[in-house]
């Protein structure tokens, strides 16, 4: 059972567009979400983050949006630049808990064309 | 550099054959945790630790054991390599208060023929 979704495997833009990149989750519980960007041959890094209590939250180029009433969040990278090419990964967790597991989505390779 | 370090990098098992993996962070982390990456499926939480001397189950323990009695050091051993545990396998640790911005390490690649 996959509680969080990231059902775009990949995503190509042009350089100095917009990236919207997707996730859906359906856990309930989860009040917590992130973003984590990962470069081939290395480890993920943690991007943003965003509350339930937030329907936005902006750094620089990347922005994430929450939708609580359709489980849905989504990373805004404008500009896009090359640099931005890596998978993308979603993850989630209820902080009610007290060992901060995260659980991830799948991916979304986004490749940005000079 | 201060962070998340794995060893070794690669590593090539034969089936059968037993391992373990080591992560070590210098970061005085509390909570750690293992998981695997294979191709479509994203990031699987194997085990994970609260704490030195504690461990717990995540969403794919089976055929791994954990332990933490240090710290800073939290390994991952395979007792019997199977083919199916071929994947990348990254460790990370987190403390409270960062807003769950897990330091990953830089990930093992395991192959079992």
């Known amino acids: 059972d996959q509680q969080v979704k990231q059902n775009s495997p990949s995503l190509s833009v042009q350089e100095g567009r917009i990236s919207i990149l997707n996730c859906d989750y359906t856990n309930s519980m989860f009040d917590y979400f992130l973003w984590y960007k990962k470069y081939p041959a290395e480890g993920p890094t943690f991007l943003i983050s965003i509350s339930s209590i937030k329907d936005k939250n902006e750094d620089g180029r990347f922005t994430v949006f929450l939708n609580k009433s359709a489980k849905h969040l989504s990373l805004h990278i404008v500009p896009s630049q090359p640099g931005d090419s890596a998978v993308y990964f979603c993850?989630?967790?209820?902080?009610?808990?007290?060992?901060?597991?995260?659980?991830f989505g799948k991916g979304t390779l986004l490749t940005v064309n000079p | 550099n201060a962070g998340v370090t794995q060893t070794p990098k690669f590593r090539v098992l034969k089936t059968g054959q037993s391992m373990t993996l080591l992560c070590a962070q210098d970061m005085n982390h509390e909570y750690m945790y293992w998981y695997r990456q294979d191709p479509g499926m994203g990031l699987r939480l194997i085990h994970y630790?609260?704490?030195?001397?504690?461990?717990a189950k995540g969403e794919v323990p089976d055929g791994y054991n954990v332990s933490r009695l240090k710290k800073q050091n939290f390994l991952l051993g395979l007792e019997s390599a199977a083919p199916s545990q071929t994947s990348v396998y990254f460790c990370a640790s987190t403390n409270t208060g960062v807003g769950y911005g897990y330091t990953f390490g830089s990930g093992t690649r395991l192959t079992v023929v």
């Open positions: 630790s609260v704490g030195e001397g504690t461990t």
């Open positions: 993850a989630a967790t209820g902080r009610g808990g007290s060992n901060y597991k995260l659980t």
